[in-house]
């Protein structure tokens, strides 16, 4: 009897998803651990648990963000920071990423996204400013979504009312392509 074959987007996809469970049994396990110490009395046994599961979790957002950052484009490179998550308790928490894509020519401009992070709510109301927005060089479309031109070389839209794109560093020119290649869709989905 001849064995069923799998394609390879069903075994990129099976394996993503045999990757995913390992992760979410990594914040389980950290979370029951700590829970069991609780109900010990050990708290110092359930600060480490729950850090240890924060630790988990935060490698998990990364890796889903990591995944909506559009690649680079052909010739260009792209490099990424994925601690940016466990450092954004300093900013009142939430989830981010960062990558620097480089034009052959050597031209760079950061990508940072941020999830879920209070620095939403200023960045909604300003966006819900019309006078605000036609001040600051107004709205631009690009691949779907509307990016306000904060000067020739930052862009920065909101996507879902809870998500922060911004590009800067280069030409808006230089950085509309690659924004463009977002799935500002996907990125609606993030974490839900």
Same mark, same amino acid.
């Given at each position: 009897?001849?064995?069923?074959?799998?394609? =390879?987007? *069903?075994?990129? @996809? /099976?394996?993503?998803?045999? #990757?995913?469970?390992?992760?979410?049994?990594?914040? $389980?396990? +950290? !979370?029951?651990? =700590?829970? *069991?110490?609780? @109900? /010990?009395?050990?708290?110092? #046994?359930?600060?480490?648990?729950?850090?240890?599961? $924060?630790? +988990? !979790?935060?490698?998990?957002?990364?890796?889903?963000?990591?995944?909506?950052?559009?690649?680079?484009?052909?010739?260009?490179?792209?490099?990424?920071?994925?601690?940016?998550?466990?450092?954004?308790?300093?900013?009142?928490?939430?989830?981010?990423?960062?990558?620097?894509?480089?034009?052959?020519?050597?031209?760079?401009?950061?990508?940072?996204?941020?999830?879920?992070?209070?620095?939403?709510?200023?960045?909604?109301?300003?966006?819900?400013?019309?006078?605000?927005?036609?001040?600051?060089?107004?709205?631009?479309?690009?691949?779907?979504?509307?990016?306000?031109?904060?000067?020739?070389?930052?862009?920065?839209?909101?996507?879902?009312?809870?998500?922060?794109?911004?590009?800067?560093?280069?030409?808006?020119?230089?950085?509309?392509?690659?924004?463009?290649?977002?799935?500002?869709?996907?990125?609606?989905?993030?974490?839900?």
């Amino acid at each position: 009897m001849a064995r069923p074959r799998l394609s =390879a987007a *069903a075994l990129v @996809a /099976a394996t993503l998803s045999c #990757a995913a469970t390992a992760r979410a049994d990594a914040v $389980s396990d +950290a !979370l029951e651990a =700590a829970q *069991a110490a609780y @109900a /010990a009395g050990d708290l110092t #046994a359930t600060s480490h648990g729950i850090a240890e599961a $924060s630790a +988990a !979790l935060s490698a998990l957002q990364s890796a889903e963000l990591l995944a909506l950052l559009p690649p680079a484009p052909d010739g260009w490179t792209r490099s990424e920071n994925t601690d940016m998550t466990a450092s954004m308790i300093v900013v009142g928490g939430g989830s981010g990423i960062e990558a620097t894509y480089t034009t052959p020519q050597g031209v760079t401009f950061t990508l940072v996204i941020l999830a879920d992070n209070p620095m939403v709510t200023s960045v909604k109301e300003m966006f819900a400013n019309e006078m605000l927005v036609t001040m600051m060089g107004g709205a631009k479309p690009i691949g779907g979504a509307s990016y306000l031109a904060q000067d020739e070389r930052s862009l920065m839209t909101l996507v879902d009312d809870r998500l922060i794109v911004q590009a800067s560093g280069a030409p808006v020119a230089v950085m509309e392509p690659v924004l463009a290649r977002i799935d500002h869709a996907a990125l609606a989905a993030y974490g839900k």
